[in-house]
């Protein structure tokens, strides 16, 4: 990890103690990562227990069809790969899956909150693994920082700032797939601007799934002498046009794989998004520091699609349209007391404003979408506002331990009007929903800390109707509360050697699988989420780099009950893999020459809350690259991912839209492809 000179201020430190002592303790990085000398937050090194950072050196030379696929490099992270055109996938852990229902897992770009209302992942899509500087994963439930979606722990994805480089990489690729990205930084005399653009077009992997995007971004940033001030402003903006191919039935799927049925001959989507923010960051005194961050996001979709082909029933073609505008604000005051305690505590305001709008279609009509629909099922307006405090202490009785109290509170309202009837309804009253948390670090020797966290966090209903919202004789519900517990250990037997064991558990009352796009509500009352988290790196010598991770987990029902009176009790929660796994080597021949391979594992999961439907979706795959440099500022690479041409599938239950023949639906993914790249350095 590369550390900038920093100045003898609050911000060193808290910097130096996040990759010195602290640096240490729970925290695994794979790759580089630059941290910056200006003020900031403190780092999550200095605070947090399950921490793991990606550089940016690690990501920055992949080729992927959508972001999300990045994060398949970190331990214990599942992959959800729908593939359904704009509506890609996500990335989840700590056995919350990605099927839309528990959206588990909240997402930051620098900083910035980055879900939708649903608490879907969207907002990565925006960034292209080029403007990448690091990826950071929290796990757990000891994180104060944020409330809304943080159910099973954050993902923050920060894009590069300051340097002065100008970096291009050109893709050709399986299925016509085009990509260019220009990254371009200069820095000078406190003053920092970054740009970046990348377009990527494809014909995908099936029939009918071509997909068009760009994205385009800035950034500056202007430091004061002395970095004492930080001014920054940054803004992205994000298109993409996209055909669905639709589900397989198992059928189809056996038939031809990469076929789409002509159901779904006019299903696609467009997307736009846009992400405004300006940060504020103050070093009042050497031992006091603000960090203001203010923000706003659109999100625009009009998405088409058509589940089967059942003529009747309940209308499988469909038109779901979102319009989401949240703005908010972020805000931390952190004081260093002594070198024994240091107090850190923060606000959040966001305010929502959303649209969404659901036309439902009879099979019998046109297939364009231009006929007028069966039904209008959705066309809803609604807020949705959030009110969240924090505060927590790092507290050193001695030099060897480290204890972390910490506290979160978070206040709810907002009021939605259904225009198809013209009713009003006012979001659930949860009152202040209450976060108490502590982590605590013991370092048995320079080379190994034990750590130990607990804490509680909480899951509310989201959507523009019920069961967010109360219209007459809506049940109440109550807020779900996880309550979180691990223990772990970290060791570095050796130089360039980091290894990690944890055991953890996260219990939830009155939890809900709830789905906003379809209206679709699964009282799941009691769970229990456990796991053991094994990682390792290692630096073998100037030529060989190898690392591997594997998480066991198991998500599972404690005590609840079907609509129809069945006990859910000790059945698991579907599409929750029992196991994720990673493996990965990389080889330095010479200087010019570098070879790489990284396998990821997935287990089989259940698709129905009854467990009665069978397992599906387990893989192993194997990716392989091959790096050549062609000059100091020019290379080349091949990469061939599933190099086995291993064929596996995203598989959900469709018990909605096949009247009463309810079944599996497959996405398949895609076999093995290769792709060539140029990377320039200017």
Excluded: C
Aim: charged letters at 20%; a neutral charge.
């Amino acid at each position: 990890m590369r550390i900038k000179a920093l100045p003898l201020t609050l911000a060193t430190l808290l910097a130096s103690n996040a990759h010195g002592a602290d640096s240490g303790e729970a925290t695994l990085t794979l790759g580089a990562v630059t941290v910056s000398a200006a003020p900031g937050p403190l780092p999550i090194q200095t605070l947090l227990t399950s921490v793991d950072i990606l550089g940016g050196d690690k990501v920055a030379d992949k080729n992927v069809g959508n972001s999300w696929e990045l994060l398949g490099q970190m331990p214990g992270v599942q992959l959800t790969e729908t593939r359904m055109g704009t509506e890609s996938g996500k990335a989840t852990f700590r056995a919350f899956n990605g099927e839309g229902y528990i959206n588990g897992i909240k997402v930051l770009i620098d900083g910035v909150p980055s879900n939708v209302n649903s608490g879907n992942q969207r907002f990565i899509d925006m960034i292209f693994p080029l403007d990448i500087e690091y990826i950071e994963v929290v796990r757990g439930t000891n994180d104060p920082r944020y409330g809304l979606h943080n159910i099973g722990g954050n993902i923050n994805i920060g894009t590069r700032q300051g340097g002065n480089y100008t970096d291009a990489r050109l893709s050709y690729g399986s299925y016509d797939t085009r990509e260019a990205q220009l990254a371009v930084g200069r820095e000078s005399d406190g003053f920092a601007q970054n740009y970046f653009v990348a377009k990527q077009d494809t014909d995908g992997h099936r029939d009918h799934a071509r997909s068009e995007k760009y994205s385009l971004g800035g950034k500056w940033f202007y430091t004061t002498a002395g970095n004492r001030l930080r001014l920054g402003l940054s803004a992205r903006l994000y298109e993409h046009t996209a055909q669905e191919p639709g589900y397989l039935t198992a059928a189809e799927l056996a038939a031809d794989r990469r076929q789409s049925p002509s159901r779904n001959a006019n299903d696609g989507g467009d997307r736009d998004m846009q992400q405004i923010s300006a940060d504020i960051d103050w070093q009042i005194r050497p031992d006091l520091m603000l960090s203001n961050k203010l923000y706003h996001n659109r999100y625009v979709e009009d998405r088409r699609i058509t589940f089967t082909s059942y003529a009747v029933g309940n209308a499988p073609r469909q038109r779901r349209q979102w319009d989401e505008t949240h703005s908010g604000l972020l805000s931390t005051l952190t004081w260093r007391a002594s070198q024994m305690l240091t107090l850190d505590g923060g606000i959040n305001l966001e305010r929502q404003d959303n649209e969404y709008r659901r036309y439902r279609y009879s099979f019998s009509d046109p297939t364009d979408f231009s006929a007028t629909p069966a039904r209008v099922q959705n066309d809803d307006r609604h807020t949705f506002n959030n009110v969240g405090a924090y505060v927590q202490a790092i507290i050193r009785p001695v030099d060897r331990l480290k204890i972390v109290p910490a506290f979160r509170a978070d206040r709810f309202s907002g009021n939605t009007r259904l225009n198809t009837s013209g009713v009003s309804a006012p979001l659930q009253d949860y009152g202040w929903i209450n976060q108490p948390k502590l982590s605590m670090v013991y370092t048995v020797s320079p080379g190994a800390h034990l750590y130990a966290n607990w804490g509680k966090t909480f899951q509310i209903l989201t959507g523009s109707r019920e069961p967010a919202y109360l219209t007459a004789g809506q049940t109440a519900y109550k807020p779900s509360i996880n309550t979180g517990k691990e223990i772990g250990i970290k060791v570095q037997p050796a130089p360039g050697t980091e290894a990690r064991l944890a055991v953890w558990q996260q219990d939830a009352t009155d939890e809900v699988a709830n789905m906003p796009s379809t209206g679709t509500t699964i009282g799941l009352g009691e769970t229990r989420r456990k796991g053991i988290d094994l990682q390792l790196s290692s630096r073998l010598n100037e030529s060989w780099t190898v690392w591997a991770s594997h998480a066991i987990q198991d998500a599972k029902v404690v005590r609840a009950y079907t609509s129809g009176g069945v006990p859910l009790a000790g059945r698991e929660v579907f599409s929750t893999p029992r196991f994720v796994t990673n493996l990965g080597a990389e080889y330095r021949a010479s200087a010019d020459w570098r070879l790489g391979l990284q396998g990821r594992a997935q287990g089989d999961y259940y698709i129905d809350e009854l467990n009665a439907k069978g397992k599906h979706g387990g893989f192993a795959v194997l990716d392989a690259s091959l790096r050549y440099a062609l000059t100091p500022k020019a290379s080349i690479d091949l990469q061939v991912r599933n190099l086995t041409d291993r064929k596996y599938e995203y598989v959900w239950y469709d018990n909605f839209f096949w009247g009463g023949n309810d079944q599996p639906m497959f996405s398949p993914a895609p076999g093995r492809s290769g792709y060539l790249s140029l990377n320039l350095k200017m």
